[in-house]
């Protein structure tokens, strides 16, 4: 630099005073700082706001509020005021009080809102300054006060009606309601204060009371807003049903009585022969006329819903050989009180004997009895050459089979009977591993003597017991058989770097079979993060996203292929200490697990290190002050130092060009928030630098040339990194 044209100004001279993590203070001689316990303590400047949040009505907040002097000889606060609210209330220190060079003065402010409306206030300092010579000056600081507080009330709205305010210990009425059926009300909580009011829990009793889409206390529903949710009712008996709806919130509780009864239908059955009405009761047996196969005999029955609510009656159904209804209503049917309904029931057997049946009207159910006149049909199966006999409503017996492989049985019909039989249906329901092949056209009239024979297929895809039932006609039977699981995978062959790895890495893995397999296979890629420093590191996940990856690998083929049609996946390996496993699972397509004992597995190890610089750029210049934005990533989560090495510009001389500051507390907080895990250990620190000289012409923050950085922590030194000023 050269000289200044002024010969008494000297040769210019630049001081760096310090770095400033927090806001500048108000002024060279005081500094306000307000201590809010939880909330931390920060910098007020003069004509500042403090801003006290209360946790609900009545409830009390308090603060410290610190004035520093910082001057060089000494000041006298003379007067503490505060005006405004009477819900703010300041304990002042003795007055007059004098502050020497870096002395300070405490008050302690308490707010106790008296509701939840926002007030205002103000404190003020009245000080007198002594200077060197002795002469006073009249100084006045101000702090202005905030204070905001929660007002929760209730409402609820009841089934088909308008919403109605709550009051502490109301009543929440629901109408008579259908037994198993469900009604809901809808509980609103209303904020009508200035201030979040958190609601810790919502809990009912009496058993027909259950609540609805409430979210996971607490809950912290912000001013003007509300927080929803529903209580329902769900009566099984007429009696009154009683419970309660309890809200904790804000340090207090409200009880509200939830109240309700229930209403039902009563169903009685009469069966009607000629001009008689015979009472019947569910599970009671009905005893129906003979009839000769492919005639009928019928029965009819009414229907009378003696309660005192109507009722509907979702089915009525018969089960057995021979049996049908006939004049049903259309379903599902509604009865009033006093209403009824008739249908009749039919018996038409396609085979002799006595045939059982079974009714069912809504939720009652009846025993049906009759017997069929006509042919008899015999079943057996044939299995691994042995001929087997079973009975209608038996089983038939496969044994165990490898999934990926079939058998087979021969079914055998013969009409033992001495007329015809018809055998309207030949199917098989209720399960997918079973098959029917060369099954005879339907419907197959048997003469008597006569037989007839299909194949029933058992080739499995899941392991366990396979279960189905045959029909032949009127009479059923149960296939029942086993399923042990496929053949073991061969090698496994889950390829790609492991051992250890820088951070911020991509590795890729690709996964095979030393063989080919005869099945379809699905599988997952699993992604496990153990870190060294007990934390998340969210950017930990495969390339597409997530810890687990889906791949599938076709029968006859040894690769694995992943989305997109890809070979191979990579990974994102992160920027904190810890160990990564990759881990495959497999199994078929419909579910068996292949998995082996302990699959193959690699691993990366990320070990912890001295902090790295990734970048160091220049934000915010002005005259006198300039900031630094470093940003960088600590494997270990803990950065201990950022020094600065200053170079000045030609001519001007620093008194500290090296500058060192303790930032382990300040990264300690970062990496305590749960915001940090989302970028693992990266970070980007902003250092403010202000300046002071004398005998500077122009800006003094031109006469920085360039500032070099360094990052330390207990395991070494960055790499150091420089910004132009110039």
């Given amino acids: 630099m050269e000289e200044c044209p002024l010969p008494r100004l000297g040769s210019p001279r630049l001081t760096i005073v310090g770095l400033l993590l927090a806001v500048a203070p108000l002024s060279a001689q005081y500094t306000i700082l307000v201590d809010q316990g939880a909330l931390g303590v920060t910098n007020v400047p003069n004509g500042g706001t403090v801003n006290m949040v209360a946790e609900a009505i009545g409830a009390a907040q308090t603060a410290q509020l610190m004035l520093f002097y910082r001057g060089e000889f000494s000041a006298t606060v003379m007067g503490i005021d505060r005006t405004g609210s009477n819900d703010f209330s300041i304990t002042p220190p003795a007055l007059p009080a004098e502050l020497a060079s870096t002395g300070s003065i405490s008050v302690a402010i308490r707010f106790t809102p008296s509701s939840g409306n926002r007030v205002g206030g103000r404190i003020t300092f009245t000080i007198t300054e002594k200077a060197r010579d002795n002469t006073q000056t009249q100084v006045s600081l101000a702090v202005n006060l905030t204070g905001t507080a929660p007002d929760l009330v ?147 029955m009414r229907v009378r819903n003696t309660g005192n609510a109507e009722g509907t009656i979702q089915t009525i159904s018969v089960l057995g050989p021979g049996y049908q209804l006939s004049d049903l209503p259309f379903l599902p049917l509604t009865l009033p009180p006093s209403g009824a309904v008739t249908f009749t029931i039919v018996f038409a057997p396609t085979q002799p004997g006595k045939a059982a049946g079974r009714l069912r009207v809504g939720n009652d159910a009846f025993e049906l009895l009759a017997t069929g006149l006509g042919p008899a049909l015999n079943y057996s199966y044939i299995i691994g050459g042995a001929t087997n006999a079973v009975q209608p409503n038996g089983s038939v017996l496969f044994g165990s089979l ?165 070979p191979q996946i990579r990974l994102q390996t992160g920027s904190v200490a810890a160990t990564l496993t990759v881990t495959p699972a497999f199994a078929t397509e419909t579910g068996i697990s292949l998995t082996p004992a302990s699959p193959p597995s690699v691993s990366l190890t990320i070990a912890q290190s001295p902090p790295q610089l990734v970048s160091v750029q220049l934000g915010a210049k002005a005259a006198t002050s300039f900031t630094l934005l470093v940003t960088g990533y600590s494997t270990g989560r803990t950065v201990s130092q950022i020094e600065l090495q200053v170079t000045p510009t030609a001519g001007v001389n620093l008194t500290n060009p090296r500058l060192t500051l303790n930032v382990e507390a300040a990264f300690v907080s970062w990496y305590q928030t749960a915001q940090s895990q989302q970028f693992g250990s990266l970070f980007t620190a902003v250092v403010p630098v202000s300046l002071e000289g004398k005998d500077v012409p122009g800006l003094l923050v031109d006469t920085i040339q360039s500032v070099s950085v360094t990052l330390s922590n207990s395991l070494g030194t960055s790499a150091a990194r420089s910004v132009e000023l110039r």
């Fill in 154 to 300: 209730f409402s609820y709205t009841p089934p088909g009606a308008s919403a109605a305010p709550l009051a502490e210990g109301g009543v929440i009425t629901f109408p008579p309601t259908p037994l198993n059926t469900t009604v809901t009300a809808t509980v609103a909580i209303i904020n009508r204060g200035t201030a979040p009011g958190t609601v810790s829990s919502v809990t009912s009793t009496g058993s027909a009371f259950q609540l609805v889409g409430l979210p996971l206390p607490p809950v912290a529903i912000e001013p003007g807003k509300d927080l929803r949710f529903t209580v329902s009712f769900a009566p099984s008996q007429r009696d009154p049903q009683t419970g309660t709806l309890r809200v904790d919130y804000c340090g207090r509780t409200t009880t509200f009585s939830l109240r309700g009864s229930g209403a039902a239908p009563t169903y009685v059955y009469e069966l009607l022969l000629g001009s008689s009405e015979i009472p019947v009761l569910p599970n009671q047996t009905l005893t129906l006329a003979d009839a000769q196969v492919g005639q009928k005999s019928t029965l009819p």
């Fill in 402 to 566: 490898q999934v990926g492989r079939s058998s087979q049985a021969r079914f055998v019909t013969v009409n033992r009977g001495t007329t015809a039989a018809v055998i309207s249906t030949i199917f098989v329901t209720g399960g997918t591993a079973f098959t029917l092949l060369e099954v005879p056209d339907v419907p197959l009239t048997l003469e008597p003597g006569k037989w007839e024979t299909f194949l029933v297929n058992f080739a499995p895809t899941t392991v366990g017991v396979a279960q189905a039932v045959l029909r032949v006609g009127a009479d059923s039977f149960d296939l029942l058989a086993s399923a042990t699981p496929p053949t073991p995978l061969p090698a496994i062959l889950l390829e790609g770097p492991r051992g250890p790895i820088q951070p911020l890495q991509q590795p890729a893995y690709t996964l095979s079979l030393a063989e080919a397999y005869p099945l379809n296979l699905a599988g997952t890629l699993t992604l496990t993060f153990n870190p060294e420093v007990f934390v998340n590191d969210a950017t930990v996940q495969f390339a597409t996203g997530g810890r687990t990856v889906g791949f599938t690998l076709p029968a006859g083929t040894t690769r694995a292929i992943f989305p997109n049609n890809e």
